[in-house]
């Protein structure tokens, strides 16, 4: 199968898991099974290959000359994690099968978990570093919206906002990073980085990009000063924490450095900077962990703990302890999804995750408890337990460290202390919970969940117990062939055998052992009672708390700011951009001075100064008429329009012309529509404010003078010089040749800049949906207006509705008018002639963009004829589902490329010879024109009928006014 289609197929999944009834819970998580069946079952397949020591690579060209493809590698350290993010979602949906509610959004939940997996997946299989952040930013917008998937909860909205604030945040310094990468290397290729670590470790830009990229690796596995993210992303669905925690998120932090290991590893800054933060967030997050009385805040805090280990040992600058590093990765997802899990049938069959109310429930979970103290053993590190070995591997390399001489001392006490930890929150955790007197009074009775609830649990613990015993066997191939990648090398000579003899790594976990049982017995009364989550001594470092008093003061200063520079006035912010594009204008003619150029004049003519006179006194006139009159100052701007489209005509610009006087028709409707919104002017009664008002005006023309004057100076400047390296030769000889068509602007729009214009009508799209929906809570229902009864009576007797504004009395009803008619008998008119604009568009002037614009006029003409009630009654236009249909054609062109093998967005030509037409020239790029038609029809009539609905609006606080007040009160109202 496919590595892209592998990658692409838990994202359309999640799409389709969209769709799919939100009640249905048995088709949703059986259609999800399957889609993450349908992954780990070909990666599995391709084992023998991986461990062959094959790299599986996989290429779309996609910007070619940025260095920038789309790219798909699978070594042994990716089809590790591929496998582990997929085996271990597939687990993770049978779970959620029975531990959602009847009452939960079940689609919502399956359509992001996969779109989690696809996240995931894309991190570790990307061989390209720019793709890898974008599936790394990914991780974090689908770890938001599964975190705060009970949007009714504050801690979960709260949550969802902190864990994305923090790992956003740190993925852009990880783009930053990766681009001084590939800056350093001379490519952004993942094979062309690995193979250049010398070349990055010797550069001068090394300890900037090692910053960047640890920044964006630190924030993502919660290491400290950043773990504090982490408990708070609790309030999300127990198997949403127990896949996060185990093969998604968090471990994509870890997973990066070991990655880029090879690359970035073997230097004192790495070793300090890694090291120290893998060292601090093991010993504060064990700490933190025995206080906790809630399950998963202890589950939480034990995960950053052992992220700190991993992160600890790919510090040490040794490949023996990136091995088992590597080794660790894989234990910890084993045993702390179980536990998660174990947790959420705690919380699932007696209402709480409370230790301090839970306890004996052993008695009635037997089977659940064995799962979970098992799994607590191999978290604590027992021997014959999967953890144990990975915790000797570890003791070992502390050991065995060649650092100074403190830190081989500070290290073997700091790994002991943190065992004594975890043996402390793991007793906690088996043994408050499972064993003591029978708990009472609580929120459920306890008893055994369903059977199939605990099978994931039940192959978790046994792949736990079987590594343990049988590690060479069962786990010993694929940390081989998973931990080459990493060193980058020939591995490091290691042994997974369970009894290595007496020597120091078996005395410290003995120790460890011991002092956490010794610990746990003295204070196990105090962890019981203990109120909070606080843990002591540790007060000044609450992340939770410096963070949220960090985003309190940004907020505050950017209040501040916004009261300072800030304003609701429309004109005071054009004259701040004006000026700051002035001034950078002019700065940059200071450094390079203008210069008239000697490329020959073309004289003027009369008719052509004349066009011009008249637009510059409309410009004129429209400003001085917006203090009297918006109207006849709209008018007069829609002459310069005019004046505009001309001088385009007139320079040989057809395709220019054309748009811009269906521009100037649009928004000249749209402005009138909008016009009556505009705040009135105000008397000026008073002489200070009619002195303020005049110095303004005053003000305004000098700016406008200035900034226009030197524009026009700019403009002749680079019109008059000669152009030896202009791109319009390239574009004039290419057009035909290389995009099938003669109409270069068209050409250039659909084919050589296609991805700029796919932006684009994106952008518009954004923008036309983004209008509607600030305007929508403006549209009111028809029994919004009140009218006395007497006069409703009356206007009933007449077969009149005062309430509907559409109901005109004894008027001819504006749909039945002649002008409607008129308008609706050219609707099918100005259809054949966009039509036709847009057929010859890629040879003649025309194209999607100026045919959409058309259609636009003539159903606006209906709008403005029949009204909206009307329109919308009869035509069904329905215009956000044309923007969404415009933009998935536009995008299924580029795909459809991509699935050709060529760069997105290319265009091809087909030659189709019919009986009458003759032959035809069909290029793909039609499609693409068709979608930016159908987003500019879409875009358009959705502002249009938002504004119009304002109108609506408008109308019906008349009828309200009319109603309720005598006619003098009403004129004064409609003025």
């Not at 991986?50 to 996609?62: F, H, I, M, Q, S």
């Not at 120290?276 to 809630?294: K, P, R, V």
């Not at 009297?628 to 505009?644: D, E, N, S, T």
């Not at 039609?926 to 408008?954: E, I, K, N, P, Y």
Request: charged share 10%; proline share 5%.
């Amino acid at each position: 199968m496919s590595l892209l289609l592998l990658l692409l197929l838990p994202f359309v999944g999640s799409a389709i898991a969209a769709l799919l009834p939100t009640n249905a819970r048995n088709l949703e998580s059986l259609w999800a099974a399957l889609v993450a069946l349908a992954v780990a079952v070909p990666l599995a397949l391709l084992y023998p290959q991986v461990a062959a020591g094959a790299v599986l690579v996989e290429r779309l060209d996609w910007l070619p000359s940025l260095g920038i493809d789309i790219v798909v590698r699978l070594d042994g350290f990716a089809w590790m994690f591929a496998m582990l993010a997929s085996g271990m979602g597939l687990l993770v949906i049978v779970y959620a099968r029975y531990y959602l509610s009847p009452d939960d959004p079940a689609a919502r939940f399956y359509s992001l978990l996969l779109g989690f997996m696809g996240a995931m997946l894309g991190v570790v299989v990307s061989g390209n570093l720019v793709q890898l952040v974008l599936f790394w930013e990914l991780t974090s917008v689908f770890s938001f919206l599964l975190i705060g998937y009970w949007t009714h909860r504050k801690d979960a909205r709260r949550g969802a906002r902190m864990a994305f604030t923090v790992t956003a945040t740190g993925g852009l310094a990880l783009l930053a990073g990766v681009l001084l990468l590939g800056h350093i290397v001379g490519s952004l290729e993942l094979d062309v980085v690995l193979a250049a670590g010398d070349v990055v470790r010797a550069h001068a830009l090394y300890p900037l990009a090692l910053g960047l990229v640890l920044l964006g690796a630190l924030t993502k596995s919660a290491q400290f000063p950043f773990h504090f993210w982490l408990p708070h992303a609790m309030a999300a669905p127990t198997p949403v924490s127990a896949y996060l925690h185990s093969a998604t998120m968090v471990k994509a932090g870890v997973f990066l450095l070991a990655r880029l290991w090879p690359v970035l590893a073997g230097t004192e800054a790495w070793f300090w900077i890694v090291g120290g933060a893998g060292l601090a967030t093991l010993l504060l997050g064990a700490y933190l962990a025995m206080f906790q009385n809630d399950l998963k805040g202890l589950l939480a805090y034990s995960t950053i703990s052992h992220l700190g280990l991993i992160t600890l040992l790919l510090g040490m600058n040794s490949p023996l302890a990136a091995v088992a590093g590597v080794f660790h990765m894989m234990n910890h997802a084993t045993f702390k999804a179980s536990l998660f899990m174990s947790v959420g049938i705690i919380d699932h069959e007696t209402g709480t995750r409370d230790m301090r109310r839970l306890d004996g429930l052993y008695r009635s979970m037997p089977i659940t408890g064995t799962l979970a103290i098992v799994a607590c053993a191999a978290m604590a590190g027992v021997p014959l337990l999967n953890g144990f070995l990975s915790k000797e591997m570890f003791f070992a390399e502390t050991v065995f460290v060649s650092a100074h001489p403190w830190v081989e001392v500070v290290l073997p006490l700091a790994a002991t202390l943190a065992g004594v930890f975890a043996v402390v929150y793991s007793l906690r955790f088996g043994h408050d919970v499972f064993f003591g007197p029978p708990a009472r009074n609580l929120p459920r009775q306890p008893h055994e969940p369903v059977h199939w609830m605990r099978v994931p649990v039940e192959l978790l613990v046994l792949a736990c117990v079987v590594v343990g015993t049988l590690p060479a066997w069962s786990i010993g191939p694929v940390l081989a062939i998973a931990a080459q990648p990493v060193v980058g090398g020939a591995l490091p000579a290691y042994s997974l055998a369970v009894w290595h003899g007496v020597n120091t790594p078996l005395l410290m976990s003995l120790a460890a052992t011991a002092g956490g049982i010794a610990v746990y017995l003295r204070y196990a009364r105090r962890f019981k009672a203990r109120r909070g989550t606080g843990a002591p001594g540790l007060q000044l470092l609450d992340g939770k708390h410096l963070f949220e008093c960090g985003m309190a003061r940004l907020s505050l200063a950017a209040r501040r700011l916004l009261r300072l520079a800030g304003t609701r006035r429309l004109q005071p912010q054009l004259l701040v951009l004006v000026l700051v594009t002035g001034l950078a204008a002019l700065a940059s003619a200071l450094i390079v001075p203008l210069t008239w150029g000697d490329r020959e004049r073309v004289p003027a003519t009369p008719e052509f100064v004349l066009l011009w006179v008249i637009g510059a006194f409309c410009a004129v006139g429209a400003a001085w008429q917006a203090k009297f009159h918006r109207l006849a100052a709209l008018a007069m701007l829609g002459v310069v329009g005019l004046v505009l489209c001309i001088t385009f005509a007139w320079f040989s610009a057809p395709d220019l012309a054309l748009t811009q006087l269906a521009v100037e028709v649009v928004t000249l409707v749209l402005f009138l529509l909008g016009l009556r919104w505009l705040p009135k002017r105000l008397p000026l009664d008073s002489p200070g404010t009619a002195a303020r008002s005049r110095w303004r005006r005053r003000r305004d023309v000098v700016v406008a003078v200035l900034v226009g004057s030197g524009l026009s100076a700019l403009s002749y400047a680079l019109l008059t010089r000669n152009a030896p390296l202009s791109i319009s030769p390239f574009f004039l000889d290419r057009a035909l040749t290389g995009g099938g068509g003669t109409n270069v602007v068209n050409v250039m729009l659909v084919d050589f800049r296609a991805f700029d214009t796919l932006g684009e009508i994106t952008v518009l799209g954004i923008v036309g949906l983004t209008v509607y929906a600030l305007l929508r809570r403006f549209r009111p229902a028809l029994e919004s207006v009140e009218v006395p009864e007497q006069q409703r009576v009356h206007a009933a007797d007449r077969g009149h509705d005062l309430a509907d504004p559409d109901d005109h009395g004894d008027a001819v009803p504006p749909y039945l008018s002649v002008p409607a008619v008129l308008v609706r008998l050219l609707l099918p008119l100005a259809v054949v002639f966009a039509l036709h604009l847009f057929l010859r568009g890629h040879n003649e002037p025309g194209g999607g963009f100026v045919a959409g614009l058309v259609v636009a006029i003539a159903f606006i003409a209906q709008y403005m004829v029949g009204g909206t009630r009307w329109v919308e009654a009869r035509l069904h236009l329905l215009p956000a589902r044309w923007i969404a249909v415009g933009l998935l054609l536009a995008l299924a062109t580029g795909l459809g490329a991509l699935a050709l093998h060529h760069p997105f967005l290319t265009t091809h030509t087909a030659h189709v010879t019919l009986p009458v037409l003759g032959v035809l020239h069909l290029p793909s790029a039609a499609l693409f024109d068709l979608g930016v038609f159908a987003v500019v029809v879409g875009a358009t009539l959705l502002l249009l009928t938002a504004l119009a609905h304002q109108s609506l609006r408008a109308r019906r606080q008349h009828a309200h006014a009319d109603a309720h007040a005598g006619p003098r009160e009403a004129a004064a109202w409609r003025s």
